[in-house]
């Protein structure tokens, strides 16, 4: 299976000028990296200067609306990105689902949204505290709403992130970092939901990959020990050298 690293700019950069020189300077730095997909997530207002600058990586969105045209004031549809050259698009990040009140119920929207217009989904869940045991059967709840419904044969176009929100750099704090054996352990239990609800070979295919203080020094035991398919990189994506080196050592392994 294809490894895939994106990188989830958030409310980052300030002006389209300084997205622009983010994505060539990543560009770049991951020219030479084989082997693997990258993908650029900036903000909705830069997407389509940024797509233009972009040969090596593909371009992702933060987030989507489910309906197709409207009066949805604000909100930005599938075909919409699709214009704009977006291929993979976030959906249900923590931060998201915190600040803006998203439920699991709008994830299943957007997430049958984004797969029905044949683009690729990227289904974020995580546990908002540290407390090991309680992983599984978390985690596996949100994957099952966010599921409810979708066809078997859409989820070729799926990437499951596994994002514990205590481990993510901006709020960690004291929390420290999650272990490789905590991400095996939610690797398996996304796995097992799926294989439930579909079967044990679509489980197979699903992309699970991992998102939380990734850095150029975890990235390869993330995917040794970890049994990750892939990273959901935040704050070290604003910063094209460690950005370079992740892309790197991920294809080294
Ligand atoms: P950090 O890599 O800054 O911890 O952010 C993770 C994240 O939220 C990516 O979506």
Known sequence: MKKII???WKMNPDTSARAVALARECEQEIASAKGLDVVLAPPYPFLREVASVLTVSSLGAQD???EESGAYTGEVSVRQLKDA???YVIIGHSERRIVSGETDDMVRKKIQAVLEGSMTA???VGERERSGGEIPAFVGAQVRSALGGIKKTLLKNLII???PVWAISTTSGANGSCTP???FRARLAIEKVVADIYDQQIAKTVRIIYGGSVSPENIA???SAGHMDGALVGSAGLNAEKFGMIVRNASGV
């Open 221 to 223: 035991t993330i995917f």
């Open 6 to 8: 994106i990188a989830n």
């Open 161 to 163: 992130a596994y994002e």
């Open 181 to 183: 054996d905590m991400m």
């Open 122 to 124: 990227i289904l974020c």
């Open 64 to 66: 989507v609306f489910w």
């Open 85 to 87: 050259g977006v291929e």
